[in-house]
């Protein structure tokens, strides 16, 4: 999971950019057998341990997903901490400090 | 829910994953993933409208019976996506006390793609990419105050992105 977590306007925009198969159950392989859906479930972002996000998701999300957010307030040096769990019960937890938008 | 432990619960999804392919198990992988959540995390209260095949009963799933047009549903989509697999949709909305945004694209095997709950402290500002089958539209609704407010957008797809 990479995740990049700018403070701008007064706000913390958050981009999470999650690699997942995200398969639908739909798609066949060579041999023409069936792939199963495997596919991130719940995604879930906190700020310095509070919950400020939660989203769930359908199969319909693209293969390694790309989810961006705003968090009200913030600082610089906060803690942004996403996890996401996925139907087959797989789980994966990643943090990312806040920082200040890059120099134009 | 009774306590089983995580070797168990992966032996039953491995034994589900096997038994049955196909539309049977996509019904099956979401009730099976509904038991092998930890105890502590939210269940999704919405997970049987993921499984729902159009639009309409995704939103009977949802009991969303009334929503109207709302100009302040900002939905953004790509007029022309030349890739299906990822469309990239963004949804923001003006009305105030917006606490829940959900991302839908007509014509898809699985309608319902997300459901944003607005928590407090988080704008009702989000972006993410979809798969799209086929042309057909993007549709993105909020709730505020217990009221649902639509906005919707078409998007022409050159190569469809579900596969299959």
């Known amino acids: 999971m990479r995740i990049r977590a700018t403070l701008r306007s007064g706000r913390i925009e958050v981009r999470v950019l999650i690699a997942h198969p995200m398969e639908t159950g739909l798609r066949k392989d060579e041999a023409g057998n069936p792939i199963p859906a495997w596919y991130i479930t719940d995604v879930t972002a906190r700020v310095n341990d509070r919950i400020v996000m939660k989203t769930a998701w359908g199969t319909a999300v693209s293969k390694d997903p790309l989810l961006v957010f705003h968090v009200l307030g913030g600082a610089v040096g906060d803690r942004v901490t996403v996890d996401w769990i996925d139907n087959r019960g797989d789980r994966r937890t990643d943090e990312a400090t806040v920082v200040a938008p890059a120099s134009p | 829910m009774p306590h089983v432990s995580r070797r168990r619960r992966r032996a039953i999804l491995n034994r589900g994953l096997g038994i049955a392919l196909g539309v049977a198990a996509r019904a099956g992988l979401g009730a099976i993933g509904l038991g092998v959540r930890d105890a502590d995390a939210q269940e999704a209260p919405d997970r049987d409208a993921f499984a729902a095949r159009s639009v309409a009963d995704a939103l009977a799933r949802l009991r969303i019976l009334d929503v ?8 953004d989509a790509p007029d022309i ?4 697999a990822v469309v990239p949709v963004s949804v923001r909305s003006r009305i105030a006390h917006t606490d829940a945004i959900f991302v839908l694209l007509d014509r898809n095997p699985f309608p319902l793609a997300a459901r944003v709950d607005i928590l407090d402290g988080l704008a009702p500002d989000v972006a993410l990419r979809v798969k799209m089958a086929e042309t057909a539209a993007v549709i993105a609704i909020v ?11 078409d998007v022409k797809i050159t190569i469809g992105g579900c596969g299959g």
């Not at chain 2, 109207?68 to 939905?75: E, G, I, K, R, Y």
């Not at chain 2, 996506?81 to 299906?84: D, I, L, Q, Y």
């Not at chain 2, 709730?143 to 957008?153: F, K, L, P, T």
């Open chain 2, 68 to 75: 109207a047009d709302s100009p302040d549903v900002l939905l």
């Open chain 2, 81 to 84: 996506a030349e890739n299906g």
């Open chain 2, 143 to 153: 709730r505020a105050d217990g009221r649902y407010w639509r906005a919707q957008r």
